[in-house]
């Protein structure tokens, strides 16, 4: 049975906002299959829950000092097994959007998110998304934040 398209969403947003590692893993094991696989902008795709956790980790990182905090667009849809969300991610302090995609997930039979492809519709303006992958989206170094405000 598929899930309530919002519900889902807000689940799965606030998993990427989410400050404690141990709710966050928790929060990977209850929402992601196993064997789950994640693909997003310019990456090689993610697969199980360690790897999945380990970026989601390296995102709250990265953003977060930043000010930055995910909210959901609440405009979900779903039929069958597959959702689709939109996503915000915001300056928390003035709620100021500065990037914003969505995500389409195919559930498993449980319930849990099989495979989740990520599209970007408005990038960041304080990252520079060239700077550490190379022409097939492989990472050649780290990327580097660049700070636009203070948090």
Same mark, same amino acid.
């Given at each position: 049975?598929?899930?309530?398209? &919002?519900?889902?969403?807000?689940?799965? =947003?606030?998993?990427? &906002?989410? @400050?404690?590692?141990?709710?966050?893993?928790?929060?990977?094991?209850?929402? /992601?299959?196993?064997?789950?696989?994640?693909?997003?902008?310019?990456?090689?795709? =993610?697969?199980?829950?360690?790897?999945?956790?380990?970026?989601?980790? /390296?995102?709250?990182?990265? /953003?977060?000092?930043?000010?930055?905090? #995910?909210?959901?667009?609440? &405009?979900?849809?779903?039929?069958?097994?597959?959702?689709?969300? &939109?996503?915000?991610?915001?300056?928390?302090?003035?709620? @100021?959007?500065?990037?914003?995609?969505?995500?389409? =997930?195919?559930?498993?039979?449980?319930?849990?998110?099989?495979?989740? /492809?990520?599209?970007?519709?408005?990038?960041?303006?304080? #990252? =520079?998304?060239?700077?550490? #992958?190379?022409?097939?989206?492989?990472?050649?170094?780290?990327?580097?934040?660049?700070?636009?405000?203070?948090?």
């Amino acid at each position: 049975m598929l899930p309530k398209p &919002n519900e889902f969403a807000d689940r799965y =947003v606030k998993l990427w &906002n989410e @400050e404690d590692p141990d709710e966050r893993r928790r929060g990977v094991e209850e929402l /992601y299959a196993p064997d789950a696989c994640y693909v997003f902008y310019r990456r090689d795709p =993610v697969v199980g829950r360690e790897a999945i956790l380990a970026q989601m980790t /390296y995102t709250k990182e990265l /953003y977060a000092p930043m000010g930055y905090a #995910f909210r959901s667009a609440h &405009n979900a849809v779903g039929h069958h097994n597959i959702i689709r969300l &939109n996503w915000v991610m915001v300056i928390a302090a003035t709620g @100021e959007m500065e990037m914003a995609g969505q995500d389409i =997930v195919v559930l498993d039979a449980y319930g849990r998110i099989q495979a989740d /492809y990520q599209f970007h519709d408005r990038l960041p303006t304080s #990252f =520079v998304y060239n700077d550490g #992958f190379d022409e097939t989206g492989r990472i050649t170094h780290p990327a580097r934040p660049l700070p636009t405000h203070s948090a």
